[in-house]
């Protein structure tokens, strides 16, 4: 599975009625520390494989949705699952911690 970059009107398509969960990641491309979870966000679509989803989206193109969903830094992390945000991260996280959250699912 590869990390899908979302626009806003994408969203409720590909994460709200999506049939698993999905990790979504609010960016910025100027933020350091979501270069860093690049390649993490990645490793995890490649682990979690058809259990879950891993799409990004960009606060500056998506900002009525960071609104909607209270993203106050970056990157800030969502797992929603039938719509609903099961947890919330925000700053860089480990592929370990995000695996085994999505797993315990």
């Not at 800030?76 to 085994?100: D, P, Y």
Request: aromatic fraction near 6%.
């Amino acid at each position: 599975m590869i990390v899908m970059e979302l626009d806003e009107q994408q969203f409720s398509f590909e994460v709200i009625k999506s049939s698993v969960p999905v990790l979504v990641e609010f960016y910025a491309t100027w933020c350091a520390p979501c270069k860093i979870m690049a390649p993490i966000l990645e490793e995890v679509a490649q682990e979690t494989g058809k259990k879950a989803r891993v799409v990004k989206m960009d606060i500056e193109r998506a900002s009525a949705l960071a609104a909607q969903y209270h993203v106050m830094s970056v990157p800030t992390l969502l797992l929603i699952a039938n719509g609903q945000v099961l947890r919330q991260w925000r700053g860089a996280k480990s592929k370990n911690e995000l695996v085994n959250t999505i797993a315990s699912l």
